[in-house]
């Protein structure tokens, strides 16, 4: 199995600027999660989907943030605008069970 | 709120040597206790994992020792080697939710 695939793995703009994390989950897998890592603030859970369905929200900061997860294949985390404070590693997690999560190698974002 | 305290931020261990690393929680709907292990520019894996429902687990020189009355658990690492050079995170979820509350890491050095 190829594992969790984020693209891109390294992302680069300017503040102001739409930017849009892209992930691929494990396949049969049915729960999907987005997690930020900061040096300040560590692992945070952002959102997280059961079978392509938003479950919880609360830990997205701003409604500049919004996800989606059109199927089961697929799912976009959003920023828009962006600010430099975003700057941070974003990853993707998926698990087929309650449990085990899988994370992907992450999206290291700089916002300028 | 920080649910899940880590500690040492940081250990240096000598090859052969047993680090341990600590983690305290607060809630106690929390009933599945993770370690993750991060190298740089990767994303966590998951190293063991244990329930509130036993004291101790043991996966290769990975243990985990839990105890529910104090709200801790700890990870302790046999032999040791360089290559358990890492960064390495503890987790929690439970009461509902499915998503992860982690421990700030703790960044562990093993010298040859």
């Known amino acids: 199995d190829a594992g969790v695939i984020q693209s891109p793995r390294h992302e680069v703009t300017e503040m102001g600027q739409e930017v849009t994390l892209r992930c691929k989950p494990i396949?049969?897998?049915?729960?999907l999660f987005w997690y930020r890592q900061t040096m300040m603030r560590g692992l945070e859970l952002l959102i997280y989907?059961?079978?392509?369905?938003?479950?919880?929200d609360s830990g997205m900061p701003e409604d500049r943030f919004s996800a989606k997860m059109p199927n089961a294949s697929f799912s976009t985390l959003k920023i828009q605008p962006s600010e430099p404070r975003d700057s941070a590693v974003y990853f993707c997690?998926?698990?087929?069970?309650?449990?085990?999560?899988?994370f992907g190698p992450g999206t290291r974002l700089t916002v300028l | 709120q920080q649910q899940v305290k880590q500690s040492p931020q940081s250990l240096i261990v000598q090859k052969g040597g047993i680090p341990i690393i600590n983690c305290a929680y607060e809630?106690?709907?929390?009933?599945?206790f993770p370690w993750y292990q991060q190298f740089p520019g990767k994303g966590p894996a998951l190293l063991i994992a244990i329930r509130p429902d036993v004291s101790e687990k043991k996966e290769g020189r990975f243990t985990i020792s839990f105890n529910k009355s104090a709200k801790q658990f700890s990870l302790h690492i046999m032999d040791s080697q360089p290559g358990d050079s890492a960064t390495y995170f503890c987790?929690?979820?439970?009461?509902?939710?499915?998503?992860?509350?982690f421990g700030k890491g703790t960044h562990l050095i093993i010298q040859p």
């Open positions: 987790a929690a979820k439970g009461g509902g939710a499915d998503g992860l509350t």
């Open positions: 989907f059961n079978n392509n369905v938003p479950i919880d």
């Open positions: 396949s049969g897998h049915d729960y």
């Open positions: 997690a998926s698990s087929s069970s309650r449990d085990t999560q899988y």
């Open positions: 809630n106690t709907a929390f009933d599945y």
